[in-house]
Nanobody, 122 residues
Framework: QVQLVESGGGLVQPGGSLRLSCVAS????????MGWFRQAPGKQRELVAV???????NYTDSVKGRFTISRDNAKNTVHLQMNSLKPDDTAVYYC????????????????WGQGMQVTVSS
C-alpha cells in the first residue's frame, strides 16, 4: 500500500558528504514519522535520525553535528544530509516511515525502503 523509494547512496571518501532521499508513494493519508536506519555488517540495525510530522528531530549520538534530517510534507519526502563522513558510517541505510493509509486511517503501520549501500572509504 505504501512504497518507499530511496536514492543517493554510494561510495565517498572520508570527510566527504552524501545526501540520501526517500519518497513515499501509494495510499498515503498521513506520514507521522520519517527516518533513517542503518545496518553495518555483523551489527544490529540502528536508528540514525528521525523527524516527526511537526518537524521535531532526533539523532543517534554518533551522527549529531554531522547529519541533518529534513522532510517535505507536501512531497512525502525525507532527506538525510550526511557531512564529515567516517568509515564507521559505512552501512546499508534504510528509509522508514510510520504511515496511515486510506484503508486504515486510524491505524498507522511501519514501512521500510529496500535499503542502499553507503560506503566511506579512501
Amino acid at each position: 500500500q505504501v512504497q518507499l523509494v530511496e536514492s543517493g547512496g554510494g561510495l565517498v571518501q572520508p570527510g566527504g558528504s552524501l545526501r540520501l532521499s526517500c519518497v513515499a508513494s501509494g495510499s498515503v493519508v498521513t506520514i507521522y514519522t520519517m527516518g533513517w536506519f542503518r545496518q553495518a555488517p555483523g551489527k544490529q540495525r540502528e536508528l540514525v535520525a528521525v523527524v516527526t510530522l511537526g518537524g521535531n528531530t532526533n539523532y543517534t549520538d554518533s551522527v549529531k553535528g554531522r547529519f541533518t534530517i529534513s522532510r517535505d510534507n507536501a512531497k512525502n519526502t525525507v532527506h538525510l544530509q550526511m557531512n564529515s563522513l567516517k568509515p564507521d558510517d559505512t552501512a546499508v541505510y534504510y528509509c522508514n516511515a510510520l504511515v496511515a493509509v486510506t484503508t486504515t486511517p486510524l491505524k498507522p503501520s511501519n514501512y521500510w525502503g529496500q535499503g542502499m549501500q553507503v560506503t566511506v572509504s579512501s
